[in-house]
């Protein structure tokens, strides 16, 4: 009788920007079976290269790195190189660094507290085509799927021919927002905020900011607060 061949180790590539993080990964990954670690890189643009260059099966991802974050970087990945998976491993389990990875691309999310036997199962679940999660993040995704809508309702049409945007800034000035936090808000400079105003106020024919709150209540774009 012949023995069945023993399964192939899953190749995988490391990437964090912080070396002892990275090399006690690596040694950590060595001593796990089923893993052969064929490179680390100390960025995103470093990760991409190493995909292209050596075909790995699994990138493990961390997210908050230089040049090209963990994001882009897994982004890039899946775009051109579909072949590898990719499983995060942050330290970082908030919803702004979760669910970016996971539109992104990413098949597993791990926190470093995460130990061998997890991160085995990780990488083998990616690679069977399963997602591989820790049972934290698989909780917060279940969360995140039953929690009821809470957002704000649609808002009415723009009047006066306002663009979506436009009402948007018009209705951070009925809140009360000066241009620099609007600008904020929006994730746009304080110019574009000041080009936005001009232009509601040409559309609309109001002067200040005073008129603008009025306009915003009279058009039942928003409501004033029961009391």
């Known amino acids: 009788m012949t023995r069945d061949a023993e399964p192939k180790p899953a190749r995988v590539v490391v990437a964090d920007d912080q070396t002892v993080v990275r090399e006690g990964i690596v040694m950590l990954l060595g001593l796990l079976p089923g893993i052969e670690v064929v490179g680390a890189a100390g ?13 790995p099966d699994v990138v493990l991802m961390d997210l908050r790195m230089p040049r090209c974050d ?17 499983v ?9 660094s979760l ?6 691309g990413a ?5 470093k507290d995460a130990d061998g036997d997890e991160i085995v199962r990780a990488v083998h679940s990616v690679l069977s085509g399963d997602a591989g999660f820790s ?3 698989q909780r917060r995704l279940l969360e995140r799927l039953t929690e009821p809508e809470t957002g704000p ?3 009415p049409e723009p009047p006066d021919g306002l663009t979506a945007r436009e009402t948007e800034v018009l209705l951070l000035i009925a809140e009360g927002l000066s241009n620099p936090e609007i600008a904020r ?3 746009v400079s304080t110019a574009t905020v000041k080009t936005h105003i001009n232009n509601l106020f040409t559309k609309t024919g109001l002067k200040d900011r005073a008129q603008a709150v009025r306009y915003a209540f009279g058009k039942g774009l928003v409501r004033p607060p029961a009391g």
């Open 43 to 55: 960025d995103g643009e470093e990760a991409v290269a190493l995909v292209a260059g050596l075909a």
């Open 70 to 86: 963990g994001v882009e970087a897994t982004r890039r990945i899946r775009a051109e190189y579909p072949g590898t998976q990719v």
């Open 88 to 96: 995060v491993l942050t330290t970082f389990a908030d919803d702004e």
């Open 99 to 104: 669910f970016p990875a996971l539109a992104a």
């Open 107 to 111: 098949r597993g999310y791990l926190t």
């Open 135 to 137: 049972p934290g993040i």
């Open 153 to 155: 309702a649609a808002p």
């Open 185 to 187: 808000r929006l994730h």
